[in-house]
């Protein structure tokens, strides 16, 4: 008995320390995963929080191409002929705009004067009177003070036997023909560029077509770089007198109807004038 005892004592001991050791292990695991898991939270944060920003968006920058056949080509790679057209092509321009602008300015003027005619100078008691109402510069004080010299009559002089009707006539006629004499000035210009600038630009274009034959000539292929040059020359002066052409053929016509109707009122005047000279009231 005493060696059953001594036996099992051991034994026992060993099983209950056994029992121990599996009754311990999982609550140690637990416990060691429950005080990992802070710090793997801890350290997994720093990665959320620093979330990557949005990414940028290139700059697209837009390539310049400079252009080697354009304006500024034909100035600096152009010959004097070329030169000479394009200048005698610019100053055509400006002439015809300014003779435009300045013109439609007369007009408008004297149409302004033939209102204030109509307003003042018939109400005048006298032809006199009547001329004093208008602007110095008008063109129909202009018509009223020759009528009122030629109703002075012309005793004494070379003229003397011409009869006072047919002199008031004549005098008043002259002045009339003055201011449309003065109408008309600077439309032959207009006429003259509208009818020569295409082929002024025509001799542009032939010119630039010769300096692309010879570039074939010279390099002895017709590629696009060799002929490219000349034949944009030729195209642009093409433009160039459509461009001049154009509004110097549409304002002459403008400007032409704009005198026909200017004219009209200046006619009526002239005659209503001659007729009041005529019955002696100056």
């Known amino acids: 008995m005493s060696l059953m005892k001594i036996v099992r004592a051991p034994f026992l001991a060993a099983c209950i320390a056994l029992l121990g050791a599996v009754a311990i292990t999982p609550v140690d695991a637990l416990a060691q995963e429950a005080a990992s898991a802070p710090a793997a939270t801890t350290e997994a944060a720093p990665v959320t ?23 500024e080509a034909l100035w600096t790679q152009g010959d004097f002929v070329a030169r000479g057209t394009l200048i005698i092509m610019i100053i055509m321009s400006m002439g015809s705009w300014y003779i435009i602008f300045t013109k439609l300015w007369e007009q408008s003027k004297l149409m302004k004067s033939a209102k204030a005619a109509a307003e003042s100078f018939w109400t005048a ?4 009177k009547g001329a004093e109402t208008l602007d110095e510069a008008s063109a129909f004080r202009y018509i009223a003070e020759q009528g009122l010299k030629a109703a002075d009559h012309h005793e ?6 011409i009869d006072r009707h047919t002199w008031i006539g004549m005098s008043v006629q002259r002045s009339v023909d003055n201011i449309n004499s003065r109408l008309q000035d600077g439309l032959a210009f207009l006429a003259t560029v509208g009818s020569t600038s295409p082929f002024v630009g025509l001799f542009g274009t032939v010119w630039g077509i010769y300096h692309a034959l010879t570039q074939i000539g010279i390099s002895g292929q017709a590629s ?13 002066m093409t433009a160039f007198g459509l ?22 009122r200046v006619r009526a005047f ?3 004038l001659h007729n009041v000279l005529l019955a002696g009231k100056r």
């Not at 004494?156 to 036997?161: D, I, K």
């Not at 696009?224 to 642009?236: F, H, Y």
């Not at 461009?243 to 109707?261: F, S, T």
């Open 156 to 161: 004494g002089s070379l003229v003397e036997q």
């Open 125 to 128: 008691g006298s032809v006199k």
């Open 224 to 236: 696009i770089d060799k002929v490219a040059g000349p034949v944009g020359e030729a195209l642009i």
């Open 270 to 272: 002239s005659g209503d």
């Open 49 to 71: 929080d620093t979330a990557p920003a949005g990414v940028a968006t290139p700059e697209v920058k837009k390539e310049t191409i400079d252009n080697p056949y354009g304006l």
């Open 243 to 264: 461009a001049v052409a154009v509004p110097a053929v549409m304002g002459y016509n403008w400007l032409i109807r704009r005198n026909k109707g200017a004219m009209e």
